[in-house]
């Protein structure tokens, strides 16, 4: 295992529905990161949380509510979801360390199926 | 903007042939490149990188990649298959954001290895 647990690893929700997906690193990483991952598309980056600090949200809609209380947690709430935001969401760390080149370590995923 | 592409969507290869996944990159500076392999219903594992130096980077698992600045690639290669090898491989390309990084993943190829 690589030090990335995610949870729950399926959900299944209905369009009204409120979730969260939960995110933790054992690792004592920095940065955080959550993906989307679609069949027959490439992964495609959400958030980026460095020091608890979002420095990326790349044009995520806002039915997607990231929120990262400190740098070992992670979490992504959804509410009013799309049948076309089922998908594989996976979350990832690094060490985010100055001067190192940084490798991101990733969670099995949670496996969202949208009703 | 950075890319890669990874311009096969399946490689299919006996048990213990040598095997390669294809991977090109378009960067603007010094490539940061990156091989992760995905087993089904797993995240994404972290295989190798190039920083910088030796063009051949050996990884985890037997695998290495050669990095090749003239042709923009960084292909994954294995001298001896195994039938557990076959899983979903990802390149990807660093772009930095401040301490932590900004990956950009190619498509993904799948590889098959039979008896």
């Known amino acids: 295992e690589t030090g990335v647990t995610q949870t729950p690893r399926h959900l299944v929700m209905g369009m009204t529905n409120k979730k969260s997906l939960k995110c933790e690193q054992h690792l004592g990483h920095n940065a955080m990161y959550w993906y989307k991952q679609s069949a027959k598309k490439p992964l495609e980056l959400m958030f980026v949380?460095?020091?608890?600090?979002?420095?990326e949200n790349n044009s995520v809609p806002s039915r997607f509510s990231p929120e990262c209380p400190n740098s070992s947690h992670l979490f992504l709430h959804l509410h009013t979801l799309q049948p076309e935001d089922s998908a594989l969401y996976l979350c990832?760390?690094?060490?985010?360390?100055?001067?190192?080149?940084?490798?991101?370590?990733f969670g099995p995923g949670t496996r969202l199926t949208v009703l | 903007a950075q890319s890669v592409a990874q311009p096969e969507d399946q490689v299919n290869v006996a048990e213990g042939n040598p095997l390669t996944v294809k991977c090109t990159y378009s960067?603007?500076?010094?490539?940061?490149l990156f091989w992760y392999v995905q087993y089904p219903n797993r995240g994404l594992q972290f295989l190798l990188k190039y920083i910088t130096g030796d063009n051949l980077v050996k990884g985890s698992y037997g695998f290495e990649a050669e990095f090749n600045k003239s042709q923009t690639s960084f292909h994954l290669k294995k001298p001896s298959a195994l039938v557990s090898d076959s899983a979903l491989y990802f390149c990807a390309v660093r772009e930095k954001t401040g301490t932590a990084s900004k990956l950009t993943f190619g498509t993904g190829t799948r590889l098959q290895v039979t008896l």
């Open positions: 960067v603007s500076g010094n490539p940061y």
């Open positions: 990832a760390s690094s060490p985010a360390e100055v001067g190192t080149v940084d490798t991101q370590y």
């Open positions: 949380y460095n020091f608890k600090e979002q420095t």
